[in-house]
């Protein structure tokens, strides 16, 4: 199946869920060949909707096979395994979500197409929830108590609820899924989905000059300059400012703000902000990037510039020491 019938599935099995046919949106997902691993997410969200735990498992084993960054994805599984009473596996599943996570307050998935937002304190609420039902008490006051270091101001209630509840030995509410809250296809590849004729109708071209017999297409001519080309020197990477960081998934922008990497490019951090997206230069650019696609460089740039510039400073000097002077002195 090529990425357009893909892309064009995708939409419509979003379609119906935005309208309520569930069954309809199902049938068009599990018809995708090969689903990545957002398709993958999203049935197994329609499965759990339907209240059909072993195919959600299943969907959502897959979902992490494709991406095992995909901290949302532990997070469903999780829940999937709470709901079914494996509350060791669902402890484990939301371990995996926080440490994916990696030390952010939060991750905003709408860069990728999914309009939510995981929290680390919420994340931690469900592992506390997970220990208090396997009896470990102590255990899951002391997640409540990191999760309010994570903490926002919209979810501080809902922890010291919870953090009341263990002290009683009482469990407490399970924080859930939106339902009905997919990842859908980038809204600008969708709108490309129309056929379009780059190429036109062909044309032939013949010549007016009654001596020339050659009729058709005029065989390209290698292009040559008029100086000669100097071969092209390594490119430095230099940052004024900035923290240097290695992009490690791709992401693609969907509004002015927002800045196109790829895996390997290196980017330099300006201001990382609380909602888990990062100010970064790149190639003499600015832009927004989720902080969480980026790792961030243990070896310093700027030291290996030091490094580059000694060496250069090393062989001039030792130059200048060999270098013959000049005999000024004139014979008469």
Not at 287 to 310: C, D, F, H, M, W
Request: charged share 30%; aromatic share 10%.
């Amino acid at each position: 199946m090529s990425f357009l019938d893909t892309l064009r599935q995708w939409d419509e099995a979003v379609t119906c869920v935005d309208r309520g046919d569930l069954s309809e949106a199902l049938r068009i997902f599990l018809s995708i060949q090969d689903p990545n691993s957002k398709i993958c997410f999203d049935i197994g969200c329609l499965h759990l909707l339907k209240q059909e735990l072993e195919a959600a498992e299943k969907a959502f084993d897959c979902s992490i096979r494709k991406d095992e960054h995909l901290a949302v994805a532990f997070f469903q599984r999780g829940i999937t395994f709470y709901r079914k009473e494996r509350f060791e596996e669902s402890l484990g599943d939301f371990k995996r979500a926080f440490k994916a996570l990696r030390g952010n307050q939060l991750i905003d998935y709408k860069a990728l197409g999914l309009q939510y937002k995981l929290y680390a304190c919420e994340v931690l609420h469900n592992m506390a929830l997970s220990e208090a039902q396997l009896g470990n008490w102590e255990k899951a006051q002391e997640n409540l108590v990191k999760a309010l270091d994570f903490k926002t101001e919209n979810k501080l209630n809902a922890i010291d609820r919870a953090l009341q509840s263990t002290l009683k030995q009482k469990l407490f509410k399970l924080v859930e899924f939106p339902s009905k809250v997919l990842f859908k296809p980038n809204k600008n590849y969708v709108a490309e989905l129309e056929k379009k004729d780059y190429l036109g109708k062909a044309k032939v071209v013949a010549s007016v000059v009654p001596q020339d017999i050659f009729s058709g297409f005029a065989p390209l001519q290698p292009q040559v300059e008029d100086n000669p080309v100097r071969p092209k020197e390594p490119e430095i990477l230099r940052a004024l400012e900035g923290e240097p960081h290695t992009v490690l998934f791709e992401f693609v922008p969907e509004t002015s703000d927002e800045l196109a990497v790829v895996p390997g490019n290196i980017v330099f951090v300006l201001q990382k902000g609380a909602d888990n997206w990062a100010s970064v230069v790149f190639n003499e650019r600015r832009g927004l990037v989720p902080y969480n696609y980026l790792e961030r460089l243990e070896i310093s740039l700027a030291s290996k510039q030091n490094e580059v510039t000694g060496l250069i400073y090393y062989y001039l000097s030792a130059l200048c020491r060999h270098k013959k002077p000049k005999n000024k002195s004139l014979k008469k």
